[in-house]
């Protein structure tokens, strides 16, 4: 694309704004529909870790503050702490699995064979979104089951 200047110098006018967009976003429902996905492996220990300890400091937050002073700041650190080591406890033996597209991200049933968000086949399952491209790399490179007979060329 020629610069600024470039552009004045050649006739060449300015896009429209908004005109040219690059982006992927339209509805993710059925988007990957007969493309394989992946299963990331989850608990649901940060999840519900966040969700105890942050109300537990914002109430605290006002219970210890200068208008209130019905706890110490000590008292309120402690509750939260504790109340986070319980729920990591608990969360680590709830399964909170996800798809692995990015613009997804939907939970996946422990029975499901495909994301009931955006369509696509589970082929597998990973620890983090970060694999998702090695693991279709992966997936990719296994030969067909019928010993590749009808293996499209890259592209
Ligand atoms: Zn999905």
Same mark, same amino acid.
């Given at each position: ?34 493309? =394989? $996905?992946?299963?990331?492996? +989850?608990?649901? /220990?940060?999840? #519900?870790? %966040?969700? !105890? @300890?942050? =109300? $537990?400091?914002?109430?605290? +937050?006002?219970? /210890?503050?200068? #208008?209130? %002073?019905? !706890? @110490? ?9 504790? /109340? ?5 406890? !608990? ?65």
């Amino acid at each position: 694309m020629p610069a600024p200047r470039d552009r004045d110098r050649l006739g060449i006018p300015l896009p429209p704004q908004g005109a040219v967009r690059v982006t992927d976003d339209g509805p993710v429902e059925g988007a990957n529909r007969g493309r =394989p $996905i992946f299963r990331v492996r +989850g608990t649901y /220990a940060l999840r #519900l870790g %966040r969700m !105890v @300890t942050i =109300p $537990i400091l914002l109430a605290g +937050g006002l219970a /210890a503050g200068p #208008l209130a %002073r019905a !706890v @110490t700041v000590s008292q309120v650190l402690a509750a939260a702490a504790a /109340a986070a080591a319980v729920a990591l406890l !608990v969360g680590r033996a709830i399964r909170d699995d996800r798809c692995s597209e990015p613009r997804c991200g939907a939970r996946l049933p422990a029975e499901a064979d495909v994301c009931p968000r955006c369509g696509g086949t589970i082929a597998g399952t990973i620890d983090h979104p970060h694999d998702r491209l090695e693991a279709l790399e992966r997936l990719e490179r296994r030969p067909p089951p019928d010993g590749g007979a009808d293996r499209a060329p890259r592209g």
